[in-house]
């Protein structure tokens, strides 16, 4: 699963729209769509966006449980 269908069940669990997290993040709409819909997002951009909707990209060893 990528980035941009964690996003999208984020903002789900949270009730908010890609409308919502476009004016949190200051851009327009249609660029938010794009970015999640395209699915080739940066680490930068999964970041901020996590970040506007109140969430954080984690690394966690699969095996200890250790985050990174």
Known sequence: ????EHIKMALK???LTQKILAE???KPVQTVYNTINR???T????ER???????EVVFRDKET????
């Open 1 to 4: 699963m990528g980035a941009s």
């Open 13 to 15: 669990a949270k009730g």
């Open 24 to 26: 949190k993040l200051g």
């Open 39 to 41: 699915d080739g997002m």
């Open 43 to 46: 680490y930068t951009q999964v």
């Open 49 to 55: 966006y996590a970040e506007a909707i109140g969430c």
């Open 65 to 68: 449980s250790e985050i990174y």
